[in-house]
């Protein structure tokens, strides 16, 4: 975790919870509870205004119904002690699933960016502007990002913060950009 202060906004960095993982066989669900629990209480602690969570909230793209209940009782808790959540969706997560309900959770307070074609579509928090960029899979996302040349994540990475950039410079606010990518 990376806790950042822009100005006077106070950034938590958080990323890969895996919600749902098991380890050789253990499940990991009581102690990934007890993780979110701990990133409230340093919300509250440090009076967190935003946390971000770049990818792979669960560490399936269909989790369990009780990996599901524990991941929103984590959103819940973080929402609670005072911070607005941007989390973007993983090479683990689907972007589908885990952006069902995305417009009807930014009004919570929960900002699920899943979508290739919302790159450059960032949340508005205070004078900053969160740019989410989920996980960039080459075959589709080149057709998202109408870029039928591009074949390698750096190609349709670099696709998408192009868009990023153009967008960030018309709005001239301070940015941030959280990826879930593969880089070499």
Not at 19 to 33: E, N, P
Not at 142 to 160: I, N
Request: proline share 4%; charged share 20%.
């Amino acid at each position: 975790m990376l806790s950042l202060n822009v100005g006077r906004m106070r950034i938590l960095h958080t990323s890969d919870w895996h919600i749902g993982r098991t380890f050789h066989g253990v499940d990991l669900l009581a102690d990934q509870s007890r993780a979110l629990a701990a990133i409230a209480e340093l919300v509250a602690e440090h009076q967190v205004d935003v946390v971000v969570v770049p990818g792979d909230v669960y560490d399936r793209s269909i989790p369990s119904a009780d990996a599901i209940v524990v991941c929103n009782n984590g959103f819940e808790a973080i929402r609670a002690a005072g911070a607005v959540i941007v989390a973007t969706s993983g090479n683990h997560d689907s972007p589908a699933r885990l952006g069902a309900a995305a417009g009807f959770a930014a009004a919570g307070g929960l900002h699920l960016r899943t979508r290739v074609r919302d790159v450059d579509n960032p949340v508005l928090i205070g004078d900053t502007a969160f740019y989410g960029i989920p996980y960039l899979e080459p075959e589709t996302a080149r057709v998202e990002l109408d870029v039928p040349q591009a074949r390698t994540h750096a190609d349709v990475l670099t696709a998408a913060m192009a868009r990023i950039h153009r967008d960030a410079e018309t709005r001239g606010l301070r940015s941030v950009v959280l990826a879930h990518a593969f880089v070499t």
